[in-house]
C-alpha cells in the first residue's frame, strides 16, 4: 500500500459514542428534547436504535451529558473572555458578539433565517421535559455566567473604566440577561444584526452614565448644537451683544 494512503487510514475519527453527542447537540438544538429520538440519531449515523441504547441507556442520559457538556464549554468561553481582568470592556463585547455570531452560523445559512442555534436556550424552554440533572445544568450556566461577568464589570471599575459608583450588580444582570435571551432574540428578529445592536446599546449606555470621560464616545451632531449656544466666554461677541439689545428693547 503506498505511504499516501497508510496515512490517510491513520487519520483519528470521532468514535461512535463521540458521534451521537455530537448529532444529539445539533438536533436538539434544532428541534428541541421532545423532537428527538433515538431512531433519528440511528437513522443519520446509519446504525440501530440498540446501539445508541448501547452507549448511552436512555434519552435523558443523553441529553444530560449533551446538555452538562455543551453548558461546561460555552462557560468556559465565557470565562476566557469575561475573567480578563486586563481587557477593555468594548473588546470582551466585541468577543462575546463573535462567539454568538459564529453559533449562529453553524444553524443559519443566510443572515436572514433565524433559526434556533443555542442548546440552553433550547433547553430552557423544553425545561418540563428534562430531567433534573438536565435541569441542574443549565441553571448552572445562568449562575456561572454571572459570576464570570461579575468579574468582568468589577475589574472594569478596578481600572478606571468605570466609575467606582457603577452598580455591578444591575450591569451585570442586564448582560446576563442578553446573553441568556440572544437565542430568542435573533429569532424573534429572523436576523443577527438586531442582538449585536441590543449589545451594543448596552455598552453605549453603561459608558454614558458610568465611563471615564476619556473613554466616552465623540459628541455627536446634538452635542456640537449645544457647544455652539453662547456662553459666559463668549458674552462679549456681536451675537451676545445683539442679543441683549433685543432683551433690553422687550
Known amino acids: 500500500m503506498p505511504r499516501a494512503e497508510v496515512k490517510s487510514t491513520n487519520i483519528k475519527q470521532p468514535d461512535m459514542r463521540e458521534r451521537i453527542k455530537l448529532l444529539a447537540a445539533k438536533l436538539l438544538i434544532k428541534h428541541g428534547c421532545r423532537g428527538v429520538s433515538f431512531g433519528d440519531i440511528a437513522d443519520r449515523l446509519s446504525t440501530t436504535r440498540a446501539n445508541i441504547h448501547y452507549h448511552f441507556g436512555n434519552k435523558n442520559s443523553l441529553v444530560e451529558e449533551v446538555t452538562d457538556e455543551y453548558v461546561t464549554a460555552t462557560l468556559a468561553k465565557f470565562r476566557s473572555i469575561w475573567t480578563d481582568t486586563e481587557t477593555p470592556l468594548a473588546l470582551k463585547l466585541d468577543a462575546t458578539i463573535a462567539f454568538n455570531r459564529l453559533r449562529y452560523d453553524e444553524f443559519n445559512v443566510g443572515d436572514d433565517d433565524g433559526l434556533s442555534w443555542s442548546l440552553v436556550a433550547r433547553m430552557r424552554a423544553d425545561s418540563d421535559a428534562l430531567s433534573p440533572r438536565s435541569v441542574a445544568s443549565v441553571q448552572r450556566f445562568a449562575s456561572e455566567l454571572t459570576s464570570a461577568i461579575t468579574v468582568g464589570i468589577s475589574s472594569a471599575v478596578g481600572r478606571g473604566e468605570l ?20 437565542g430568542l432574540v435573533t429569532q424573534d428578529a429572523a436576523r443577527f444584526d438586531q442582538l449585536e445592536l441590543i449589545y451594543r446599546a448596552f455598552l453605549r449606555t453603561v459608558v454614558a452614565a458610568y465611563g471615564h470621560q476619556d473613554l466616552r464616545a465623540a459628541p455627536g451632531p446634538a452635542k456640537r448644537k449645544l457647544a455652539a449656544v453662547p456662553t459666559q466666554a463668549t458674552a462679549g461677541t456681536p451675537s451676545a451683544t445683539v442679543a441683549r439689545r433685543r432683551r433690553k428693547q422687550l
Do not use: F, G, M, R
Open 163 to 182: 466609575s467606582s459608583s457603577t452598580p455591578i450588580e444591575d450591569v451585570v444582570a442586564l448582560l446576563v440577561n442578553i446573553i441568556n435571551s440572544a
